[in-house]
């Protein structure tokens, strides 16, 4: 009786699928990272911790952002974009005004339930005394079409 052996084929490493594509190395390393700051601070976040839980080396998640606190600032950053853009999806400005500011009241209550990690690294940044958020021009960008989005909503029900 002759024995036949299937060929196997090699899996493919997870590491190197992901180096071709670096957009999706990024925000996989984001996303944990984003956890990890979320849950531990600042300075008590590990980079080994987060390399482990994406299977990238450290040396991976370095050239990408460079340093911790790189990493920290863009998954800060990542947090706000994520608010903004949910913010942009309301379609609001054809709603009376307070209906428009009320709804986007509710979603912001409503993202910051649903996201605590969100909340965790606002909190987080406000005991660094916001130093992080000064450095980075995407927030500020972010925020001032917030703000401007707020403005236009209160010039309408002041015409009112």
């Known amino acids: 009786m002759a024995v036949i052996k299937k060929e196997r084929k090699p899996k493919p490493d997870a590491n190197t699928t992901r180096i071709q594509d670096p957009e999706g190395t990024r925000r996989n390393i984001l996303e944990i990272a984003s956890k990890e700051f979320a849950l531990n601070g600042l300075s008590g976040a590990r980079i080994d911790e987060i390399a482990a839980r994406t299977r990238f080396s450290k040396r991976m998640i370095y050239y990408y952002f460079g340093d911790k606190e790189g990493l920290y600032l863009r998954a800060l950053e990542n947090a706000y974009r994520q608010v903004r853009e949910g913010e942009a ?10 209906a428009a500011l009320t709804r986007l009241v509710e979603f912001t209550f409503d993202h910051h339930h ?36 707020i403005s236009r909503i209160y010039s309408r029900g002041v015409e009112e």
Do not use: C, K, W
């Open 89 to 98: 999806q309301l379609d609001i400005e054809g709603l009376p005004p307070v």
């Open 114 to 149: 649903r996201h605590e990690e969100f909340i965790r690294m606002v909190m987080i940044e406000n005991i660094h005394h916001g130093q992080y958020l000064e450095q980075s021009n995407a927030i500020r960008e972010l925020n001032v079409t917030a703000i401007d989005h």
